[in-house]
């Protein structure tokens, strides 16, 4: 992969920044492509702009093209992520920035891509298009996480959020529904559904709290992520509110179950139902479900689930962002841990984290960690 090789003055910067805040406009939307961002630049000024269309078409470098509004000649593209070079579904990002006689390209990151990876780069150079590379390529890679994982290990990002009391319980007794953390908080944690490709929770969670797992936040509606349900036995209530909506948004089960009976009934009311190995501990094949939803196409997974789930994703490293909404409340003794037999104050024993941002909704308090890499 091509190496930092540019000087950049404050005027490229702000325009890569421009790039960056339109690619996160596509996050939760663009899966399986990655969210990119393109600026067109000419004398000193914007004169074209987009991010990547829903379900990952048209891409960004197209549609800024199409929007700008003087001829593109001698202007200069910020791109938050290599031009793609292959010939897919539309044609490759390269030829449409040649076609339109830039004369230079500002990229913050390559494409691993095995069709892209260095190709894009290498077309635009000898067709005698100057490229500038690096530019806040941490900022872009890390944007684009999710899709950089898929390739590399073949799992998406895992965001774990947690809301619980003071004293880390997320419910006042077993098996009982209720809200700890408030409403403010919740409208908060919508947000984070709205920017992941799916959602993620145990049977338990959606037996005891029958939720929708939908984006509630007016106006985001539509960027409702796919519900994922880790079921081993079908035990998902067919009367439920998962069910009743898995015609208006996506409803995928993971299942060890091999019953073709209680398979069909589930997709006859329209989920997808993926039949998985079970590991040593007799439970779904954690790395296995990850695998899964990276083979289809899910870069961002969001988990809301319960306490098992937690500290499975955490014993197997498989956490990069947690999020952690804490009321001021305190439960006590009688509550239900966040994480199951796994003390807070131990999490450092299987993952290295470091906390990236923190502040309050309401009377609650929440913080951001990512994993160290």
């Not at 990002?157 to 809200?179: H, N």
């Not at 998902?236 to 898995?246: E, F, N, T, V």
């Not at 956490?319 to 952690?324: R, V």
Request: glycine share 8%; charged share 25%.
């Amino acid at each position: 992969m091509k190496t930092p090789n540019a000087q950049f003055n404050d005027d490229d910067c702000a325009y890569m920044q421009t790039a960056l805040a339109l690619a996160r406009r596509g996050l939760g939307q663009v899966h399986p492509n990655p969210a990119v961002g393109c600026v067109i630049v000419k004398d000193n000024h914007i004169i074209g702009r987009g991010w990547t269309g829903v379900g990952g078409r048209p891409h960004a470098e197209t549609i800024a093209l199409n929007n700008a509004i003087i001829d593109t000649q001698g202007s200069t593209a910020y791109v938050t992520l290599e031009p793609c070079a292959h010939h897919g579904q539309t044609p490759p990002c390269v030829e449409a920035l040649i076609k339109a006689k830039i004369s230079r390209a500002v990229i913050a990151t390559g494409d691993p891509d095995p069709r892209v990876n260095g190709n894009g780069i290498a077309m635009l150079e000898k067709a005698g298009i100057k490229v500038d590379f690096g530019l806040l390529q941490k900022q872009a890679d890390d944007l684009n996480f999710g899709f950089l994982l898929k390739i590399k290990e073949n799992r998406p990002l895992v965001t774990v959020k947690i809301a619980s009391s003071a004293d880390g319980k997320i419910a006042k007794s077993k098996g009982e529904k209720s809200w700890i953390t408030g409403p403010i908080s919740r409208m908060r944690g919508h947000l984070y559904r709205a920017n992941h490709d799916a959602i993620m929770i145990g049977i338990g969670t959606a037996i005891i709290d029958d939720p929708m797992l939908d984006c509630r936040i007016e106006g985001l509606e539509e960027r409702s992520p796919i519900r994922v349900i880790l079921d081993s036995h079908l035990r998902l209530p067919l009367d439920g509110k998962l069910c009743k909506s898995a015609q208006k948004i996506p409803l995928w089960i993971m299942t060890s179950c091999d019953d073709l009976n209680k398979i069909k009934s589930f997709e006859q009311i329209g989920a997808r139902v993926f039949c998985l190995n079970k590991d040593q501990n007799n439970q779904l094949d954690i790395d296995l479900v990850m695998k899964t939803l990276a083979t289809n196409a899910i870069t961002r997974l969001l988990s809301e689930g319960g306490s098992q789930l937690n500290a499975s994703l955490i014993k197997a490293s498989l956490i990069d962002h947690l999020i952690w909404f804490k009321s001021a409340t305190n439960i006590g003794n009688d509550g239900i841990d966040a994480l199951d037999n796994m003390a807070i104050n131990r999490l450092d024993q299987h993952l290295k984290l470091t906390k990236i941002d923190e502040g309050t909704t309401g009377p609650d308090h929440w913080q951001e960690f990512k994993k160290i890499q």
